[in-house]
Structure formats: C-alpha cells, structure tokens
C-alpha cells in the first residue's frame, strides 16, 4: 500500500502544478483562450485520473469514508466542467480566480479528507 499512497502524493503534486499553469495561463498578458482552456481541460483530465486511481486505492483498502470521497470528487469534477463550459462561453473572464478557487479546493481536500483517509488506513483499529 505504500506505494499507492506515494503514487497518490505524486498525483496530488502534479494536480498542484497544473493548478498553478492554470492561474499562470489566466494571468499572462499574452495568453489565449485557446492555451487557458488547454490548461483547464489538462488539469480536469489529470484530476480525473487521479481521483479513479485514489477512490481504487481506497475501495481496495475498505475505507469506510469512500462514498463521501467520492461525492467530494464528483463535485469538484462537476465545478471544473462547468467552469470550463462558462469560460468557453466567454462567461467567465481569463482573469478570474478560478484557479486560486481550485488551489484552495485541492489544499483542502488534501489535509482533510485524504490525511482522514491516511489516518484511517495506519491505524490499527481497521
């Protein structure tokens, strides 16, 4: 299991970088559309590939949290569409703080929810 707890961690550092590709992409004087939806639909497709490969390592292990995990991931797959969909739409402005949104949404997740997941699968009691 230890190793798919550091491929876990590795994903969540790529997310992390892909996150600040957005924001520098939504930033940049020079940036097109076409580059900020490249860096959204990167960050959405690496998301989604990560969240399989956690929720796998979580229902392989029993965690009995992985229904609302699943939720939190659904949710955030949801929201990085539907951001992607209104600014696609010129709905949403490149220099909005989506990314600084989805930043804060991953630190969250990560020190809550997947170190709840952590805490659970090293403690003796499972």
């Not at 940036?31 to 390592?57: D, G, M, P, Q, Y």
């Not at 709905?91 to 929810?113: C, E, V």
């Amino acid at each position: 299991m230890t190793n798919d707890y550091s491929t876990i961690s590795a994903d969540h550092d790529r997310l992390s970088q892909l996150i600040d590709l957005v924001v520098e992409s939504m930033s940049a004087k020079n940036s097109t559309k076409s580059n900020i939806e490249n860096a959204l639909t990167n960050l959405l497709n690496a998301a989604k590939e990560h969240f399989i490969n956690e929720e796998r390592v979580m229902e392989k292990a029993g965690y009995p949290g992985l229904s609302k995990h699943r939720y939190d991931h659904a949710h955030l797959k949801q929201c990085l569409s539907d951001y992607i969909r209104l600014f696609d739409h010129g709905m949403i402005s490149p220099n909005s703080d989506g990314g600084s949104a989805f930043k804060s949404w991953l630190d969250f997740h990560i020190k809550k929810m997947d170190n709840e997941f952590l805490s659970w699968s090293s403690s003796p009691h499972h």
